[in-house]
């Protein structure tokens, strides 16, 4: 279903002339960010519940890492860009075209692809040097970099920082960037005179909003909360959150909330039933 859904929004978006819009390309990355989640960890995942447990290679779990760090990171981009895309659109909407024009939107999308892939490779590569040499067992739903960390032979507390350094802005600046954008464009909302333009307005952003809830309390929760606040088996259910609910709900949240989506969807249905 996760992955049905997703390519279905990079479907839409690519074939429908009415989703080309700065909004809906940034969509389709974030849907190809958790196709990218989904396939890496869930498979394995669903495998370790039905056989209580699973084997994976050391090379195997590094680079499942890797590409989740990277959906992450890059996810996490593009919900601020996605943040930054409505503020224009409400805020300075008779600038709007000629701020986010096609080149700009490209690349919003680039860097946020690049910084995703370049700021979390040193972290792995140092992760991936360090000796292994106790139990082999990570008592966690995927290869998350605390249970690796605590398979170590020496202090890692190093990478325990850099961790820190990287993720704080990934994470906490996006997160107040975005809630710095929607102030902004909820006291724009309100001064709106007709009570529809204000619900028009507000709904145009409501999905978006849904989205980082979800995605951002989950996050901060389990990588900036210290983790003597919760149990493993707590972070294992938050972690589900955004590794199965997140990627799941992403699609069905935007189809539900857009009448464009819901409208290309049924021309494409059309189409396929001639």
């Given amino acids: ?3 049905t859904g997703n390519l279905l929004i990079i479907v ?4 429908s002339h ?3 819009s700065p909004m809906y390309f940034f969509l389709s990355h974030l849907s190809l960010c958790d196709i990218l989640i989904t396939a890496t960890i869930v498979p394995n995942m669903l495998h370790g519940i039905l056989e209580e447990g699973a084997t994976i290679s050391f090379n195997g779990c590094i680079t499942q890492f890797y590409i989740f760090c990277v959906s992450s990171a890059t996810e996490c981009l593009l919900l601020t860009v996605m ?3 409505r503020y224009l659109a409400i805020c300075h909407p008779l600038r709007y075209t000629s701020i986010m024009d096609i080149r700009l939107q490209y690349h919003l999308v680039f860097w946020s692809w690049f910084l995703g892939f370049t700021l979390t490779l040193f972290i792995v590569t140092q992760l991936g040097m360090l000796p292994f040499c106790g139990p082999n067992t990570i008592d966690h739903v995927f290869c998350d970099i605390v ?3 605590e398979l170590s032979c020496i202090d890692s507390s190093f990478l325990k920082l850099e961790d820190v350094v990287v993720s704080i802005p990934l994470t906490f600046f996006s997160f107040i960037f975005i809630i710095v954008t929607y102030v902004s464009i909820f006291l724009t909302i309100l001064r709106i005179p007709s009570t529809s333009g204000r619900q028009k307005a ?3 952003c409501s999905s978006h909003l ?3 809830s979800l995605y951002y309390v989950t996050l901060i929760t389990i990588y900036q909360v210290p983790s003597t606040g919760h149990s493993i088996n707590f972070n294992k259910v938050l972690s589900l959150l955004y590794i199965v609910l997140t990627p799941l709900f992403n699609p069905i949240i935007y189809s539900l909330r857009s009448q464009d989506i819901r409208a290309a969807f049924k021309k494409l249905i059309s189409k396929k039933t001639i």
């Fill in 202 to 204: 507000f709904s145009t």
């Fill in 83 to 85: 943040s930054y895309d």
């Fill in 147 to 149: 249970p690796l960390l």
């Fill in 18 to 20: 009415k989703l080309h």
């Fill in 210 to 212: 849904t989205v980082v």
């Fill in 12 to 15: 839409l978006v690519s074939s």
């Fill in 1 to 3: 279903m996760t992955l």
